[in-house]
């Protein structure tokens, strides 16, 4: 027979049977106390630490799993644990991401280990690039970047917005404007490092869901940082700028734009396995609920009305991982995303998580509507997939984009 199998390795049960201790055991018991104080919980980070859940290595690990699964696995177990506290410890992989994406391997080996700090001491990382006037629309970023030749040095101007640990953390990497008339190929992402003068935190925002996870403002006034804190380096950015200028002059804008799309196709799938893991958490609370709560003589369960929905959502939750699955499976195989998979998958994945929890609250009637079940912060926490990593509306526009070609 073929060798076409969905059947995990024991080596991926493992890790998730662990991930899932400490997602039962140490996150969901906090998950309550956390959103209601709406700070980054670094006690429960401290302890990831010590356990080696919030490492550079275990993260290289998973990320080089062959199968393509172990980061998939990882995201649905954390955030079946609790979202706003799993963010708070992958939320510095962004960062990591943007240099392991764009840094030299001596970039890569100086500022990602300093991201994570280690166990007795635990850093985190931010990735600013969305600002007030730059979200979904990438190419009118303004932050501005600009090389002082005399000193070389950069010089970073503008206000990000809407950074995962803007401000808190000890290493920012920030996109900026290199060069305006190219639109988003005229960007480069540099390396703020720890107290660098001029990087501060504007305002913090107060959430509807993920309140445990850290999000501000990041004001850049004059703030300079030494030429090898461009990701890259100078030699790679001329000649990336040089290619694009050729592009834009041969009129080849349109592919250059879906080409910069692209690079996020591979990271989308990530962000889907995180509402699988809160669309999990809040059907297994319904589920149970439906069969204990007793109404007109017998467990809600035995409603058709109730039962139906608990088998929608269970089936929806088992096909958004399977796209989930599918599309981490490409991109570790290198196949390409022809239909932009990973979008469809972070689409699919994060309108569930949306309407599963919404399910879940109904079926607890009025106990889902307080603070005493999980289940109504698990919806507040849902809300965030359909908009971060590019919205549903952005997600539409490449696939239809992808098929259209
Ligand atoms: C909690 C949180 C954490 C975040 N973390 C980070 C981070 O760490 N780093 C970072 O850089 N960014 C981060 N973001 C920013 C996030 O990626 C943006 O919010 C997102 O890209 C959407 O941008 P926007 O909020 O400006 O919405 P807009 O782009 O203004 O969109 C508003 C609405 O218009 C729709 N829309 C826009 N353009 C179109 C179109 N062409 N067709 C159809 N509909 C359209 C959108 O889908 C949306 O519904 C975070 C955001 C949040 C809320």
Redesign the pocket.
Known sequence: MGEFTLELNEDQKQVRDWLHGFAADVMRPAAAEWDEREETPWPIIQEAAKLGIYSLDFYAQQFFDPTGLGIPLTMEELFWGDAGIA?SIV?TG??AVGVLANGTEEQIGTWVPQMYGDATDVKVA?????????????ASMRTRAVHDEAKDEWVLNGT???????GIADVHVV?AVVDPALGSRGHASFIVPPNTPGLSQGQK?R?H??RA?H?AEVVLEDVRVPGHCLLGGKDKLDERLARAREKAKAGDGERVKNAAMATFEASRPAVGAMAVGTARAAYEVALDYAKTRVQFGRPIIENQGVAFQLADMRTRIDAARLLVWRASWMATAGKPFTSAEGSMSKLYASEVAKEVTAQAIQILGGNGYTREYPVERMHRDAA?Y?????????Q??VISRALAR
Do not use: H, Q, Y
């Not at 931010?126 to 990438?138: K, L, N, Q, R, T």
């Not at 990000?160 to 803007?166: L, Q, V």
């Not at 359909?386 to 952005?394: D, K, L, V, Y």
């Open positions: 963010l939320g962004l960062a931010a990735f600013c690039s969305s600002e007030p006037d730059a979200g979904s629309d990438v990000k917005t809407w950074a995962t640990n803007g996109v925002f959430k869901g993920i996870s999000t965030i359909t908009i971060f990593e590019g919205t549903s509306e952005i539409r526009m």
